[in-house]
């Protein structure tokens, strides 16, 4: 499957932003779709997943509550709203999307080895 993630910006703290994440090529609901952030001279890491139907998602700790995850299988798209965002967000924005086998569990989906990356979208937040 091809990915290609999209909204991203420059936005100041506090403020709101929306990613998405368009999926082409096969059936989007048979992966799990994970996002994942890159800031400078960090390793890539985990920001939110969520299940094939959409029915489980999880969370980092140092978004939840802030972010929220969704998917529209129909339309092969998966969102990211970003709420509340603070400078410490910023970074390069990754989707990605995970076939085979795998739990629902918060470590299976937060693990990075997915099968398919987009080519991610930066995220600048200014204080």
């Known amino acids: 499957v091809q990915l290609q993630a999209f909204g991203g910006g420059w936005v100041q703290a506090g403020d709101s932003l929306r990613l998405s994440c368009a999926g082409s090529?096969?059936?989007?609901?048979?992966?799990?779709m994970g996002w994942f952030r890159q800031a400078p001279g960090k390793e890539r890491e985990f920001v939110s997943a969520?299940?094939?139907?959409?029915?489980?998602?999880h969370y980092s700790d140092s978004v939840k509550g802030r972010f929220t995850i969704s998917r529209a299988n129909a339309k092969n798209l998966v969102y990211l709203q970003m709420n509340s965002l603070k400078p410490e967000d910023t970074a390069v924005y990754y989707c990605?999307?995970?076939?085979?086998?795998?739990?629902?569990?918060?470590?299976?989906?937060?693990?990075?080895?997915?099968?398919?990356w987009g080519q991610g979208t930066q995220v600048t937040v200014s204080s």
């Open positions: 969520i299940w094939r139907s959409g029915r489980i998602t």
């Open positions: 990605a999307a995970r076939s085979g086998a795998i739990l629902s569990t918060f470590h299976d989906v937060s693990d990075p080895s997915y099968d398919y």
């Open positions: 090529g096969r059936t989007f609901s048979n992966y799990v």
